[in-house]
């Protein structure tokens, strides 16, 4: 290891440790609003950065994050349902074997976001398979596809699904402890995956595919793992998510859930890691904003109407304005690295000087 | 079932075929010229319902001339997409022309959810749909056999339109080699637009006789329409014209029969198009009439 990396590491090592106060700090000293948006920001975090990793490194166009969300958040609801809310929960018809015979205590929700992921991971690789061997956009039409299957199965598989009144009363177990961990983690490796030949190989197949080939790399193989990857980390979002507001239902995980995380990756820079961290942030927070717009406004005398849905309406804009004219995002293709930060600090002190 | 039913069950899988069709050209075109999805081209299928239902039950025209303006005024839609979205975009990688297709999709969508509202509103149908006929002890509505009689003959016209005129031969060239084309004194920028105009139109058109088939029209009717249709096209090979119309009958087809012997799968109708998607992709990728492309180094 050199010395620049090993001083990377203990500098990594140590904002973990600065992550971990501030997430004691913050369960103590924020109210439940602020908590609730950290959580959203971070659950965030892991989901577009795994959406990042296909559609940003990778060069793979990928619509069904949303999709690989729903099998996490579906997975991690019916093993931690407790039995007793099972039985209400399913009153329409009852919930299938084995899934009705047992339920995962609380210290086992690691496990079970685990098999979340592994879930999501197994869907992606289905539909890898098929999309991923051929040249042009067949990811894209089939991930779109699978997403809205997956929210037409959640409809009409009612001994799994519950349909569509969703499942009530999951445990809420997610809380900043576990969404920083995972945040922090997912992003740990998916850099350092980044920065291995196998993230250069990725990189090598985004700018160009026959090239990249020539050079020896498995084009398939590469695109199938880096996609798999993506929908684990998805799906331990979903997971989270659902274990976070406690409930899960078909309308959670639309075609929206996947426009979100479109934004906050272009707006971050497709193919910047630490840039959709950033934006991934900023995404939530502004999102609680741009509530205030669709909310009627009183100005003196007038009442304005409040517009439900004037957001998504300013974020389709916005998407299509950074295509044309700012393709970059935020970050391009750029990581923040300890490098750039230690440079631009030793920078401004010499103009200080 | 009856031989009765078997009959009304193929014309109702020929009429929902043909409008798949006419959506699955104006994918194919765009693929084949452009070489990226039109994501928003399901939504200007649900913007021809729109403005047909506006031009009809507001401005209280003639049924006939509220279509034929509906079905205008997705042509200049359709134009206007691709000369502010789409065409800064000609040079950029692929991956950011399917991004703005996907924005420009959920604007549209939006957009018509913020001023039309979710609540699905009823669409006014003329009387020669709703008539109904008795052929061979059957009772049929005008819809069910009216709507593949209109939709085969638009999709003729169209074939005329590519296969026959100066402007189809030049759409034909600048998909096979938009360069060349360009050398040989074609305005390619044009001939896009006139693509695109023509597209969006059989997708209005489309969107008018789907909502004469399911008179409930909502913003976000054109999604699973597009992207089954999108399916078609690949069915049929992305590109070409003739597999788009193909596609489009076997998908039409396909999900109507299997509801009809299995009534009880119904809420999974959709799922099967996936199914035959995934199928497809493994077996036959380039699509039954689709020529097998070779990348150029």
Redesign the interface.
Same mark, same amino acid.
């Given at each position: 290891m050199g010395r620049e990396e090993k001083r990377d590491l203990i500098l990594t090592l140590l904002l973990f440790a600065v992550l971990m106060l501030g997430v004691s700090l913050a369960e103590r000293y924020l109210n439940t609003y602020l908590i609730r948006i950290l959580n959203t920001a971070c659950i965030y975090v892991v989901a577009a950065v795994a959406y990042n990793l296909i !559609?940003g490194i990778t060069?793979q =166009?990928s619509?069904g994050p949303n999709g690989f969300m729903a099998i996490g958040g579906y997975t991690v609801a019916i093993l931690m349902l407790p039995l007793v809310q099972k039985e209400q929960v399913y009153f329409l018809q009852p919930l299938i074997w084995p899934f009705n015979s047992f339920s995962f205590p609380s210290h086992l929700f690691l496990l079970a976001l685990f098999l979340g992921g592994l879930a999501a991971a197994l869907a992606a690789l289905l &539909?890898g $398979? +098929?999309?991923l061997?051929?040249?042009?956009?067949?990811l894209? &039409?089939?991930t779109?596809? =699978?997403g809205? $299957?997956i929210n #037409?199965?959640a !409809? !009409?598989f009612i001994p799994l699904t519950n349909g569509a009144l969703g499942i009530k009363g999951i445990p809420e177990y997610t809380n900043l402890w576990w969404t920083v961990n995972w945040a922090f983690w997912s992003v740990f490796m998916i850099k350092g995956l980044v920065n291995s030949s196998f993230g250069r190989a990725l990189k090598a197949i985004r700018e160009n595919? @026959?090239?990249a080939e020539a050079m020896g790399v498995n084009l398939f193989r590469h695109k199938l793992l880096s996609f798999v990857l993506s929908g684990f980390f998805a799906g331990v979002a979903g997971g989270l998510f659902v274990t976070l507001i406690s409930t899960v239902s078909p309308s959670l995980f639309t =075609?929206t859930m996947t426009?979100n995380l479109?934004i906050i990756i @272009?707006l971050g820079g497709?193919g910047s890691i630490t840039g959709s961290v950033v934006t991934a942030f900023i995404f939530a927070f502004l999102q609680e904003i741009l509530r205030e717009v669709e909310a009627p406004i009183t100005i003196g005398a007038w009442t304005f109407p409040g &517009? +439900?849905? *004037?957001r *998504? @309406?300013v974020?389709? #804009?916005l998407? #299509?304005v950074m *295509? $044309?004219f700012y393709?970059r995002g935020l970050f391009g293709d750029k990581e923040i690295s300890w490098q750039l930060i230690i440079d631009r600090i030793k920078g401004r002190n010499e103009s200080e000087k | 079932m009856t031989w009765v039913s078997f009959f009304q069950q193929i014309m109702n899988g020929v009429s929902l075929g043909s409008l798949y069709a006419l959506l699955a050209i104006g994918y194919t075109l765009v693929y084949g010229i452009l070489g990226f999805i039109n994501f928003a081209h399901g939504d200007v299928f649900m913007l021809g319902a729109y403005f047909s239902f506006f031009m009809i039950g507001v401005f209280l025209l003639p049924w006939w001339l509220g279509v034929i303006i509906g079905v205008a005024l997705c042509a200049i839609v359709g134009m206007s997409i691709e000369r502010i979205a789409y065409r800064p975009l000609r040079d950029a990688p692929r991956i950011s022309a399917l991004i703005t297709a996907v924005g420009v999709s959920f604007f549209i969508e939006n957009l018509g959810l913020v001023t039309v509202g979710a609540r699905p509103k009823g669409f006014p149908r003329p009387e020669l749909m709703k008539n109904v006929y008795i052929l061979a002890g059957a009772r049929i509505q005008g819809v069910t056999f009216w709507v593949p009689i209109i939709s085969v003959s638009v999709l003729l016209v169209l074939l005329y339109l590519v296969y026959r005129t100066k402007m189809g031969m030049a759409m034909r060239a600048v998909s096979k080699d938009m360069e060349t084309t360009r050398l040989m004194g074609v305005d390619i920028d044009r001939i896009i637009l006139y693509t695109f105009a023509l597209g969006s139109a059989l997708a209005g058109i489309g969107g008018v006789l789907w909502a004469c088939k399911y008179p409930q029209i909502n913003p976000l009717m054109g999604t699973f329409p597009g992207w089954k249709a999108f399916t078609a096209a690949v069915v049929g090979g992305i590109g070409n014209v003739v597999g788009a119309m193909v596609g489009g009958f076997i998908i039409g087809l396909t999900e109507i029969m299997i509801v009809a012997f299995f009534p009880g799968l119904s809420g999974y109708r959709d799922a099967f198009v996936f199914t035959i998607l995934i199928i497809f992709l493994l077996v036959k990728p380039s699509g039954i009439l689709g020529e097998t492309l070779k990348e150029k180094v």
């Open positions: !559609n060069g =166009f619509l &539909i $398979i +098929p999309t061997r051929l040249r042009g956009d067949y894209a &039409i089939a779109f596809g =699978f809205e $299957i #037409v199965l !409809n !009409n595919e @026959v090239a =075609f426009f479109l @272009v497709l &517009i +439900p849905g *004037m *998504m @309406v974020f389709s #804009v998407l #299509v *295509m $044309i393709r | -």
